[in-house]
């Protein structure tokens, strides 16, 4: 079975989907299969494209006037025919650039193929650098992973530690998985607790709640060394 997709990028009637929309038709796409947005390609929201991708089942054919009706970017359009061909669905380009691209066809598998490449090319180029990043992070005593959240006993540690004039908000942050912005987000520079952490204390903190103002690092604690009481 064809499904068809249609694209114009300006709703204001300058463009219309007429010749791509006759296009379809010729190439033998059933008039009510043909799916169409009008909007920029570069918008994340198409709706016609997302139901178009939703209803095309294995064995059918994507039908395309042109490759860039499809894609965002190069990236997007690569991850999306690498989709397409892991469930089995065909593609077929009219007209383009992109216009020796039928799987139905020898030249057009090859075509489609070497989407595939491309699209593990990138997701190694993507591994390596990730493996790469954590090494580096690793090396600066770092560890990968999202932030620690902050939770009673995070919290009553950091109120020790900060209450120590010589220690660094910098280093007692990393000390326990935080960001300096997550510290003094619940922390004042003296080791009292803002309106954030005493939620915490009081047991009526609700995640994200933290206030949007964030303060400003009192001025020398940045020269305080680290040293945690009883930690």
């Given at each position: 079975?064809?499904?068809?997709?249609?694209?114009?990028?300006?709703?204001?009637?300058?463009?219309?989907?007429?010749?791509?929309?006759?296009?379809?038709?010729?190439?033998?796409?059933?008039p009510t299969r043909i799916y169409e947005d009008l909007a920029s390609g570069r918008r994340?929201?198409?709706?016609?494209?997302?139901?178009?991708?939703?209803?095309?089942?294995?064995?059918?054919?994507?039908?395309?006037?042109?490759?860039?009706?499809?894609g965002r970017d190069l990236r997007h359009l690569v991850n999306t025919v690498e989709d397409?061909?892991?469930?089995?669905?065909?593609?077929?380009?009219?007209?383009?650039?992109?216009?020796?691209?039928?799987?139905?066809?020898?030249?057009?598998?090859?075509?489609?193929?070497?989407?595939?490449?491309?699209?593990?090319?990138?997701?190694?180029?993507?591994?390596?650098?990730?493996?790469?990043?954590?090494?580096?992070?690793?090396?600066?005593?770092?560890?990968?992973?999202?932030?620690?959240?902050?939770?009673?006993?995070?919290?009553?540690?950091?109120?020790?530690?900060?209450?120590?004039?010589?220690?660094?908000?910098?280093?007692?942050?990393?000390?326990?998985?935080?960001?300096?912005?997550?510290?003094?987000?619940?922390?004042?520079?003296?080791?009292?607790?803002?309106?954030?952490?005493?939620?915490?204390?009081?047991?009526?903190?609700?995640?994200?709640?933290?206030?949007?103002?964030?303060?400003?690092?009192?001025?020398?604690?940045r020269h305080r060394s680290f040293e945690t009481p009883g930690v």
């Amino acid at each position: 079975m064809l499904i068809g997709y249609v694209r114009v990028s300006k709703a204001d009637g300058t463009q219309t989907l007429a010749p791509q929309r006759d296009a379809m038709l010729a190439a033998g796409v059933d008039p009510t299969r043909i799916y169409e947005d009008l909007a920029s390609g570069r918008r994340d929201n198409r709706p016609g494209l997302a139901a178009c991708l939703k209803a095309i089942q294995p064995g059918n054919t994507l039908v395309l006037w042109k490759l860039d009706r499809l894609g965002r970017d190069l990236r997007h359009l690569v991850n999306t025919v690498e989709d397409l061909r892991t469930r089995g669905i065909g593609l077929k380009v009219l007209a383009g650039a992109g216009a020796q691209i039928d799987t139905t066809t020898a030249n057009g598998r090859l075509a489609f193929g070497i989407f595939a490449a491309f699209a593990e090319f990138e997701r190694e180029l993507i591994a390596e650098r990730t493996k790469a990043g954590l090494a580096a992070a690793r090396a600066r005593g770092r560890m990968g992973g999202r932030p620690r959240k902050m939770d009673r006993a995070t919290l009553m540690m950091a109120m020790s530690a900060m209450a120590d004039r010589k220690s660094v908000a910098a280093e007692v942050a990393a000390r326990l998985g935080l960001t300096t912005t997550t510290l003094y987000a619940y922390v004042n520079g003296d080791g009292t607790p803002k309106a954030a952490g005493q939620a915490v204390l009081d047991g009526t903190h609700r995640p994200g709640a933290v206030a949007k103002t964030r303060s400003r690092p009192p001025q020398g604690s940045r020269h305080r060394s680290f040293e945690t009481p009883g930690v």
